[in-house]
């Protein structure tokens, strides 16, 4: 079902002869237990011919008109899988109802078949009029030269299919068909969709768009594998790569970094049509985000998160910044991306504990907004705190992973949609980061964030507690519930005073009035501002060890 209500194909198949739209989308429609229909076998059906006798008869551009009116009159009515033509894209009446639909959330998957495959494949059994006269892979070559820019341009979805069998090639696209997609509103700015699924990738170009000549790609070392699988993909849609590693986690995110890559688009002529893709956890994302906010004062940016914080928070809702000497975070910009791609094979070399940090931002958006995320952390536990990545693609836990990564995504979407610069309603992010952000720097950001937001959310329940926000069993299912996740719930490194002096000093804080996001219950958070020095002190002394 479209977003307009309306039935619609839940994809079409466009591709060059022989790569494989038939076989292919065949297999995906049995996958997903849809209908198929191939445009070709309809058109056939229709004028009552095989379509080397119409050509014959009628030429190519009556049945271009026919093959153009049997697409826009399908893609109307038919709710299944359909592959088109090896030609048809080309027609522009098709070009422009396949446009139409791509706006009304439909998927249009370019099939990128090894060309040397598609050809060999193409010549099998003959029946391609466009493929006689002369020498039929040489002709096949010359639509390909003509064609793939086109299937590159209007498709939203690029699927490479190298040396796949027709099964791998139907995971791929079924993949892409089952991804999750949440769109995030940006007032004064575009729009944009953060995608969730194994093939998220593959949208690269979609995103990027054929505006770019020069692409930065800005990822580190540990990502490697990952940052490679993108690179491929950006050269693969044509783009010149400017490969910037840059240093791993925080290191990453310093104006040293910044101004290494500012030098390098300079001496590589990067203009403002250019854009920066960054790959990897959140450092990295924030840092590729800054850079594409100052470079010519902004140009276009894709977030490739490949931690699980980075999926659910870091990369989404435009903060965008570094670490200086006087503190984290304090220097940056709100600019937001042109989208988000969270591919969910990369989560397969994530080591366990950082995974399980993420759980720390994942139960917040849980305890201020979706009680569902706390269901599902609960019901999940022991396999989340058991993440291992190796494992993680095609087994039970990917959906609840997945389900987990969409609806914390909503979560943030819903509050930097309606307050991208932090005025009030997107503070309740912030719920256990006034203690945490104290953490984080007593411990000389040993300590990783989701862990000490995990500390800072038992005690925002202490101080609720102790003002009669919350009851003392809200409070103790905090510990529960984060202590099942193998997050933890106290905290003794440093003094009462120390922390107080940094609470103070948080983005929260107004002149000297300490503020706090406590809840008066699940899934409502509220401002505390000012809370009573004792309350504040005792809550503290509670986290204690
Ligand atoms: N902009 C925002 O709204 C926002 C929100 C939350 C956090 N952040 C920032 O994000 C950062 C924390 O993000 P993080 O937890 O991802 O930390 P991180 O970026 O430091 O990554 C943690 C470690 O995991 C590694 N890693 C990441 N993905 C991997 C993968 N797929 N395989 C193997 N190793 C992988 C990284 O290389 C790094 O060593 C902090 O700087 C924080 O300030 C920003
Ligand atoms: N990934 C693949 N691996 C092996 N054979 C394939 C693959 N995809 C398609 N084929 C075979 O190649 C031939 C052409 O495939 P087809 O789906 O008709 O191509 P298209 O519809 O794109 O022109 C068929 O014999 C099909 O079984
Ligand atoms: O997008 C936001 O508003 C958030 C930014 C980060 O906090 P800080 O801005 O305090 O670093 C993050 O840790 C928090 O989960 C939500």
Known sequence: MSDSGASRPVA????????????????????????????????????GMSIPDYFSRYGEPAFREVESDLIRRTLEEFD????????????????????????????????????????????????????NGGDANERWMRLYKQRDPVFTRIANIHVRTHGSTPQMAARKVMNMIEERVVHVDVVAADDYNVRIGEGALNHLAGVLGDKPTRIALIHTQPVQRHSDRARALLRQAGYEVSDIVIPDA???????????????????????????????????TDLAGFVAATWMRGIRYVNCPTSLLAMVDASTGGKTGINTKVGKNLVGSFYTPAGVLADMTTLASLPNDIFIEGLGEVAKSGFISDPEILRILEDHAAELRAFDGATLIGSPLEDVVAELIERTVKVKARHVSADLKEAGLREFLNYGHTLGHAIEKLEHFRWRHGNAVAVGMVYAAELASLLGYIDRDLVDYHRSLLASLGLPTSWNGGSFEDVLALMHRDKKARGNTLRFVVLDGIGHPVHLDDPPADAVEEAFRRIQQ
Do not use: H
Not at 16 to 24: C, Q
Not at 25 to 45: H, K, N, T, Y
Not at 254 to 262: D, E, M, Q
């Open 12 to 47: 079409v198949i466009i591709g060059m002869m022989g790569a494989g739209k038939t076989r292919v989308g065949r297999e995906v429609s049995q996958m997903l237990g849809l209908p198929f229909r191939d445009a070709d076998l309809e058109i056939e059906r229709e004028v």
């Open 80 to 131: 299944g899988l359909f592959a088109l033509g090896g030609g048809a894209p080309m027609t522009p009446a098709t070009q422009d109802a396949l446009a139409d639909y791509i706006a009304d959330g439909g998927r249009v998957i370019y099939l990128q078949a090894d060309p040397k495959e598609a050809m060999e494949r193409a010549n099998r059994g003959g029946g391609r009029p466009m493929l």
């Open 250 to 284: 925080e290191a990453g995110k310093t104006i040293t970094v910044a101004n290494g890559i500012w030098e390098r688009l300079g001496n590589e002529g990067f203009t403002r049509s250019d854009a920066v893709v960054g790959v990897g956890g959140g450092a990295v």
